[in-house]
């Protein structure tokens, strides 16, 4: 199953479960895939920055991408960026091999002109092979690489592999706004826009015509129940339940730290087994963890799926 | 008045009210400044990134301090922040000849180690007058400058005329925690730490040590509140009444597009006459303004203070 | 006299003279213009980056823009890049009317897209006044700006005010090639493309197009030579010139120490009184003053200009 | 053998040659690797920056340094900079084991504090294992990363496996003066420094106390008489023969551009066979060819190395 430009819904990130020691918990692996598979999402991305994919070898790679294909049945996208076209074509055509749907290109932060974007996604694409199909992700905050709307568009129209916009720019309500102005226009064809940032604007970001959400936040769930509410266009209801999880969600967006409270709350709900981060990666502070606590309890008080066993 | 190390609160940071076509709108400055003392706020920032300074002539700078200082008891800080120390001399001296209490200053994006931010700090008040208190802002999303907690040690140390930090580090619990830290150990002396970031995380800076709040979110009676709560240890009471605006809180922090919500907000509040920014700034297309006044009415089933009179 | 896209030669970047005290040196800079107009340069930009500018206050520039118009017949252009436009037109405007022949403007080094630095020109030409003729300061090195080609042919077909070209990219020949490639195929007009980076390529940018050098290189003479032998088809000549001087350009290059060394070899020359930059600038250490003294004796054995009273 | 501490002379930078469709090609490894034997080099360094390393699988990485480890007594130390710890443990512990003498480890341009530099080399060290000396490349120019003295020296302090600096730090010339100084006055051990920036200011670097170069100007043999000429204190015959060559090393030291020009020459020296770039990267343009013919010209008539076969 190759990944499509229509292509809607929730594409959860999965962070990569460690044990205490540093190695891929495959167990904890499992679990979180069934869970997410139970939750509903639409497909699945691994590998990602916070898929802590930098810290991996290939062959780790590699196996975390057959463990999770063969266990599901919706797509699998896996990211690949990596400062060279080798290392990128090698886990692109081993990661197909094994299944996967499509891979996820992120911009070197070196970019520093339009036509310098532009051009490396075409590279990339020939690099990996110009049928694969692949998602641009535009997250400047992490990348220091801004994307004008045109830059996407000259991406899209250049490269029929293009087939998704992991959308993260911040601000970024308007950039959506204007592609899919364009494309209502005839003058960009549909690629679908599913967005990050850990889902801080995803209330409004549907609204402006997003497809849905790609990201990791740690109730993926409520992900989707955002999602289809909104698609459903019951706005009021859509707001409230992510009214609810904001607190958590802003505070999980925090760069840096962030990763470690996904995977504390993971943890706790009984998803991953352990919360480790491999090196180098922030661990959070009792302080932090006794935040976390809090905004669950309060959670909880709203939404049932809150309600973690105490420790 | 000077601004001193024992300040706390809520040091509400003005934006400049312009008329439509531009001109500083006095006014509106009065009715703003007069809202702000009814609000409860301790002290006042103008002419801060948010306040437009770069827009700003020197002799604009002046009559906006010479207006806000006539009509209020409270002290007033002065952005001061420029590429060169002429500038920042000059408008510090004329500043704090007009009855300001101290001035901001934040790092120009070119300093990129820790000595070369410690050294800027102290040319810098040598430069201004090394007896007049100055704010540090530590702002790394917008500055692009990182420090360590043990570089703003380093300047406290270094300038007896440090007096208060605008903190505004992303994340930034740990570095409150981190300074709190030196101080009760006697490593570090007494700074007020205020925070800013729209308060997107004041609930928990409050709980690791804040003296207060240095925004300027668009409800700053909410911040006194805010801050009044956590003061008191009353944590459920001010998490419930910041998680009531933080929908809006987290649409206005956006950057570029986050000044326009909060003059939106002003205005329609009836605080200031016009939304009007100077050139460049980004104006509000229809479909913000639209979310922004569902995000006020969403709240003012919360908080009575966000009924606006319908458009 | 405004300057016109027909500029051609040398526009010498002129350095502050300031006495050892930080008061600008008002007979050095009659002395140094003297010997500008002297050594046969075509034009003369004060308050540039190396004219240390933003340690200048407004009313100090328009003192030294007076000092230079009154003193010489060719066209005096003023750097007038302010973080905002009040400043920027304020000076331009009092500029203008003292005589100045036009403005340049380099780009805020927050610009990350090919449309916001295009409309960055468009809305500062507006704002000093879509009349004055102005330079765009190319340098990427410096303010962290990339313009491709293209985003300077856009800003060339936008602004009719703009005329010049300060090109500092680096490396930066096939920009010059290219630009020059799409005027002779009519598909962007004319404007001076002059050189700077302390004249480092000129050799090579001579050949490739360039009209002409708009850099401070200690020895303003040699440029003045060496853009006459290139323009002469005297290829050799203007590549042994130019090479016997290579040390030395390479040395004065370097950023943050360059402008040391420049004022220090125009004080051993005799042309200012004395070497010192405001706060805060690099002085040299005593090595290297030694080092810039041994590369002036090497050089003085192939160009007499360099010999200099012993100290 | 062991990369140690008291290294000095020149360790070349080795490109990596491949054929016309992108393979390495072994035989011009060989055929460099032999070349650099004759010049009299020191050691070698093979896939760093210029080594295209970052387009290289690990399997051709591990490779290459097996050629060459094979075809040499001296010392080769391999670049293993990566995003993540997992591949930069990988490749070390197969290039030590395969027999380089150590590593070379860039810091990834997000590093923003000195403690964050300091903890990163740190955390590094532990990763390859402790034991295997490595060493630091301070080149702010494409790291983006600036290291005070201060922090090469907490460095070198807390990991006894760091034995060199490759230092190219711009300027930089008072940087290796401090460390000297330092390691004088006992305040810090003694490690290697090398220099690098294509050689641009090797004159003044052997002066202020650097043990050599660690660069890739193509025309090694040049390096090595340079450092010869400097380290016997034959001061005028050692800017002789740099400066004859700086017209070439500056053409040569353009970012971007510059590992085609050295390539080329190579190339045109016989060394290598093709000038081949992986993607992506930039081919010379006829142009700059022509130019850098000229420049290999002019330099034959100084330099009988520099007389290469008309093509």
């Not at 990602?48 to 699998?76: C, N, W, Y």
Request: glycine share 8%.
């Amino acid at each position: 199953m190759r990944l499509r430009s229509d292509a809607r819904g929730v594409y959860v990130i999965a962070p990569t479960p460690f044990h205490p020691d540093g190695q891929i918990d495959i167990s904890s692996i499992d679990r979180m895939t069934d869970f997410f598979v139970a939750a509903g999402v639409d497909g699945m991305t691994v590998l990602g920055q916070l898929g802590e994919a930098p810290k991996m070898t290939h062959d780790e790679s590699l196996a975390i991408v057959r463990q999770v294909v063969r266990r599901t049945s919706f797509p699998v996208v896996v990211g690949v960026s990596a400062p060279g076209f080798a290392a990128m074509r090698a886990l692109t055509q081993d990661a197909m091999a094994a299944g996967a749907a499509g891979v996820m290109i992120a911009p070197p932060n070196t970019l520093r002109t339009d036509d310098a974007i532009v051009q490396y996604y075409w590279q990339a694409s020939e690099a990996i092979g110009g049928d694969v199909p692949f998602v641009v992700q535009d997250y400047p905050l992490t990348f220091s690489v801004q994307m004008a709307p045109g830059v996407i568009r000259r991406i899209v129209a250049e490269n029929p592999a293009c087939v998704m916009l992991k959308h993260e720019d911040w601000p970024g309500l308007e950039k959506i706004a204007q592609l899919r102005a364009w494309e209502r226009e005839g003058a960009m064809r549909h690629v679908a826009i599913l967005t990050g940032n850990n889902a801080l604007f995803l209330d409004f970001e549907m609204e402006r015509g997003a497809d849905g959400a790609n990201t990791g936040y740690c109730f993926p769930d409520m992900l989707v129940d955002t999602v289809r509410l909104a698609a459903q266009g019951r706005r009021d209801e859509a707001h409230d339940l992510f009214d609810a999880h904001l607190p958590l969600i802003r505070y999980e967006q925090q760069p840096g730290v962030g990763l470690g409270v996904r995977k504390y709350v993971m943890m706790r709900r009984g998803i991953i087994a352990s919360e480790t981060l491999r090196s180098p990666g922030t661990a959070l502070t009792p302080s932090a963890r006794a935040e976390v606590d809090y905004l669950l309890a309060r959670l909880a008080t709203k939404d049932p799926r809150a309600r973690v066993t105490p420790l």
